[in-house]
Each structure stands twice: as C-alpha cells, then as structure tokens.
C-alpha cells in the first residue's frame, strides 16, 4: 500500500479514533468500540472494514462478536503509523476515548 493511500485512509478522524484505542488497548471487542466511539453499529463497521481491507487491523470472530487489533506486521513496514500513534495524537478526543474505555466492558 502506498504511503498516500495509507495517509488517505487514516485521516478519517472516526477511523484514527478507533487506531487510537486499539494501539493503546490491544484487542478489542466490537461492541467495546461501539459504546466507547459513540458510533452506530453500520458507520464503525464501515470504517473497521476499510481498515480491515487495507491489512491495517485484523479480526478474530468470537462467538457472536469480533474483536480487532492492529496488524503487527502493518507497524512494522510503516513505521511513520506506529509514531503517529504513540506521540501525536493529544487531542481532547482521543484523550476522552482512552478514558472512556477504562469504563467500558464486553
């Protein structure tokens, strides 16, 4: 995937949010993403999808939910991603996502 195509995709703010959580968080349950991100169960799947179509995250079927993670492997060959997650993402937004997610369970 080519550098633009990767910028294009993540400059989506829902979908940033939602690298945001699973960088910090690991695995994560749908519905955990749901609740924490505010997002109807259609829109998140959307964004999920595209990033999924990408190789960006990948999807473990669990029963009757998924839960996602960031692809290691995706990190690792773009680098510049993985430095955006860990130091440029101090808006209010995703500080108040991180702490709803300590409140948030499956």
Avoid at 41 to 64: D, F, T, V, Y
């Amino acid at each position: 995937m080519e550098i633009m195509d990767i910028l294009k995709l993540i400059s989506d703010n829902n979908r940033m949010r939602i690298l945001n959580i699973l960088y910090k968080k690991d695995k994560i349950c749908v519905c955990v993403l749901e609740d924490v991100l505010g997002l109807n169960q259609s829109n998140l799947s959307r964004h999920l999808n595209k990033l999924k179509k990408a190789g960006i995250i990948i999807g473990e079927k669990r029963s009757q939910w998924v839960d996602y993670e960031i692809s290691e492997k995706f990190l690792k060959e773009n680098h510049f991603v993985r430095e955006i997650l860990e130091t440029r993402l101090t808006g209010e937004v995703f500080l108040e996502d991180l702490e709803n997610l300590k409140c948030s369970a499956c």
